[in-house]
């Protein structure tokens, strides 16, 4: 067999660490394919951005092994399959040291996995570290994707209607992101809701021209932080202004919930995080979707209503199948409800801009819920788990869940059945009551490790 091999990486990571782990992949790889006869082909260093002489470096493969070492949009990887023969990627976790996630691979392969989904392309998939891996398996089938669609909810439809939300998309999606992406017709059909397509400016805009007094509810709301005097006051200032900005495009338009494309340009163009706000946002109950994913707001409104609670949407970032536990991650913006501890202010760990909030999720009973479009049709996505009290696993809010199902099994369905990258998280067990929603819809439910 030709291997063709594609190390994705990006700059904003960790790039020596994920170097690191690149050589003891690449090492792996190299004993299978002497052991086994087989030739391997392509680069041998990161791909810090898509290259079609990559690609063309690979187009004889018998299969293309993409090496998920860090986080990557999912532009790349669709764009292989293109070459027309079977793929399969590698991604590899990381320790839960406390500070920053340094590759979020398994995010990176999260994305891609929905994407391939959408796409109608199968694949076979592996997250372990460099001498644990089964490449073999890998490389003989056995960890391909099996779709899995769900059943009826199976259960009465709820007498509660999904909300008739007015949702404010700002800014278009991520290239790479297909799961923010969207029909605005078929989400009307599917749930009333209707949305506003707004430009970042209009943001940036209303921030700019906010003045003292409408941001003094904002800095009260964080004066009490701990170590808010580290923070770079004109950065904080700006953070603020953008939570000044939301609420009054909230209150003069009648708005629901907020889909919001929050980097590169809040950082960029504007120069100050979003994520502090979007925090304030959800905790005063108007959901706020990162990365400007429309159906990640309208879960997160339906997840609220059947909760009656905020919401935190977040990245499962690692799955651990030894201690059977997951972490469950965004940079810093879960309502500060879900803290277990005294919240602190912190940078953005790629943007190094403020404001956002850094905090550990209290432990407690918990319900995931995505409203999906895996495979290209609408879906109730649900789990159940227990968040435990633990140490801090990474930079930003963050906590260690242990789901109601075997980790093991959990994964491979989050996997098969192409799920998101984003899930809503409520405190509670809500999961009849979001069956009872999905049987109102009409709409099929996979339930994770089941």
């Known amino acids: 067999m030709k291997i063709g091999i594609l190390p994705l990486g990006r700059p904003t990571f960790d790039v020596p660490y994920a170097e690191e782990k690149l050589a003891g992949m690449l090492a792996d790889i190299d004993v299978l394919a002497s052991e086994q006869g087989h030739e391997v082909i392509g680069p041998r260093a990161l791909l810090m951005e898509g290259s079609p002489e990559a690609l063309s470096s690979v187009a004889s493969a018998d299969l293309v092994l993409v090496l998920q070492v860090t986080f990557t949009d999912a532009a790349f990887v669709v764009e292989a399959t293109k070459l027309g023969v079977p793929l399969a990627i590698w991604a590899v976790p990381e320790p839960r040291l406390g500070g920053r996630l340094r590759l979020n691979a398994f995010c990176g392969l999260n994305l891609a996995g929905h994407a391939l989904g959408r796409n109608g392309v199968g694949f076979g998939w592996l997250y372990a570290d460099p001498g644990e891996a089964d490449l073999a398996g890998l490389l003989a089938g056995d ?41 605005k017709a078929e989400l ?73 494309r929050c980097w590169p340009e809040t950082f960029t163009e504007y120069g100050g995080a979003v994520c502090g ?47 059977n536990t997951g972490v469950v991650w965004h940079c810093g913006q879960a309502p500060l409800s879900m803290t277990d501890d005294e919240p602190m202010a912190t940078v953005h ?28 049709e609408p879906k109730v996505i649900i789990a159940g788990g227990e968040m435990l009290r633990s140490e801090m696993a990474f930079t930003g809010t963050s906590g260690v869940v242990r789901f109601d199902h075997a980790a093991q099994k959990t994964l491979r369905d989050v996997m098969d059945c192409g799920l998101e990258h984003h899930m809503a998280i409520a405190y509670g067990d809500h999961r009849n009551a979001l069956r009872g ?14």
């Open 349 to 376: 760990t790629n943007r190094k801009q403020a404001l956002l909030y850094e905090f550990t999720l209290k432990p407690g009973r918990v319900t995931f819920f995505r409203l999906s479009q895996a495979y290209g």
């Open 437 to 450: 929603i999905a049987a109102g819809m009409g709409l099929n439910v996979v339930e994770l490790g089941a």
């Open 277 to 323: 706000p979007v925090s304030m946002m959800g905790e005063a109950r108007v959901p706020c979707a990162c990365e400007a994913d429309v159906y990640g707001a309208v879960t997160q409104a339906i997840l609220q209503k059947v909760a009656d609670s905020p919401v935190f949407l977040a990245d499962l970032v690692d799955m651990d199948v030894n201690d």
């Open 143 to 183: 960890y391909a994707v099996s779709r899995i669609d769900g059943a009826a909810a199976g259960v009465a439809a709820s007498d509660m209607p999904v909300p008739d939300l007015k949702i404010a998309r700002i800014g278009a999606h991520p290239v790479g992101f297909d799961t923010c992406a969207y029909d």
């Open 188 to 260: 009307k059909v599917l749930t009333g809701a209707t949305v506003d397509e707004l430009a970042l400016e209009d943001m940036f805009d209303a921030a700019r021209g906010l003045d003292d007094a409408a941001v003094a509810p904002y800095r009260a709301k964080v004066a009490d932080v701990p170590n808010l005097k580290e923070m770079d006051a004109g950065e904080l200032d700006r953070s603020l202004k953008l939570a000044g900005a939301l609420e009054m495009l909230r209150s003069e338009n009648g708005y629901d919930a907020f889909a919001i």
